[in-house]
């Protein structure tokens, strides 16, 4: 028997979505720190590509098209955040900070 994780966009769960999207953005934390030695700065960037068209392309199908976006943004915001702490761009952490609370808020905001 196939287990298939079921696409949500967590409709009236704040705390639901806040988890997912964190979730989100610690993958791409991850392995664009993994690849920043690599490909440097472009590595936040790749990483949301290869998630948005791989798992939300490929294995999701697209079936909810402004949830695939909204994660694959939080996985390259992620991305965007190490890989700024990794070029010691601190000003740029910075936004990339404040770009993804408003981000979460956003999100949060919508599901309350």
């Known amino acids: ?3 298939r994780l079921r696409p949500s966009s967590f409709p009236r769960d704040p705390y639901g979505h806040l988890t ?3 979730a989100h953005f610690c993958l791409g934390l991850g392995l664009s720190a993994v690849l920043w030695p690599l490909w440097g700065i472009p590595s936040a960037l790749v990483i949301g590509a290869l998630y948005g068209f791989l798992w939300e392309g490929l294995v999701q199908k697209w079936v909810m098209p402004w949830d695939s976006f ?14 700024s ?5 601190w000003p ?3 936004v990339m900070l404040a770009v993804w609370g408003g981000l979460l808020a956003v999100g949060v905001w919508r599901r309350s």
């Open 85 to 89: 702490a990794l070029s010691y761009d």
């Open 1 to 3: 028997r196939e287990v």
């Open 92 to 94: 740029g952490l910075m």
């Open 20 to 22: 997912n999207q964190a």
């Open 70 to 83: 909204e994660d694959s943004l939080h996985v390259t915001t992620g991305g965007a955040v190490i890989v």
